[in-house]
Each structure stands twice: as structure tokens, then as C-alpha cells.
């Protein structure tokens, strides 16, 4: 099992690296570092550009086609795969 728990999954969302889920800045400070700048460095890795944190944030907007979404996500799929393989 991966601790990680999904925020919002949307135009908006992140993912933090807890256990638990984040209910307020105590909580989010419990985030995995190695497991945040991992997933951070495993996307840059392949051009997808997000803020550095102990949660990975994204924004997709209109300005997004629906293949540059699917990306991101197939992205991080692969991180989790990587992670439970």
C-alpha cells in the first residue's frame, strides 16, 4: 500500500504522501518527503513541470487538450506502478 491520499482528482486536485489524510498544516508537514521529491523528480524526468512540495499539485485548464491531460495522469501511473513493482 502507497500512503498517499487524492485531495481532488479534477481540473484541480493533489496528491499528499501521508498516511492519513491531511486535514490541517500538522498533518501536512507528516507528508513523505522522499516519496514528494521521488514523484517530483520522476515527472520532470518527463516534461511534466509541477511545483516542488510535500504534495503533488496539478492545474489542467481549458487551455489543455485532452491528450496533454491524459499525460500527466499516464505519468504518474507509472510512478505508482514503478513504486509497487
Request: with cysteine; net charge negative.
Amino acid at each position: 500500500m502507497i500512503p498517499a491520499h487524492t485531495v481532488q482528482f479534477g481540473a484541480k486536485g493533489c496528491v499528499t504522501w501521508t498516511v492519513d489524510p491531511v486535514r490541517n498544516y500538522r498533518d501536512y508537514k507528516t507528508a513523505d518527503a522522499d516519496l514528494a521529491f521521488a514523484q517530483w523528480i520522476h515527472g520532470i524526468n518527463r516534461g511534466i513541470l509541477l511545483p516542488p512540495g510535500l504534495d503533488e499539485q496539478w492545474l489542467i485548464s481549458v487551455m489543455h487538450t485532452e491528450e496533454e491531460a491524459l499525460r500527466y495522469a499516464n505519468v504518474f501511473e507509472e510512478f505508482v506502478d514503478e513504486l509497487t513493482a
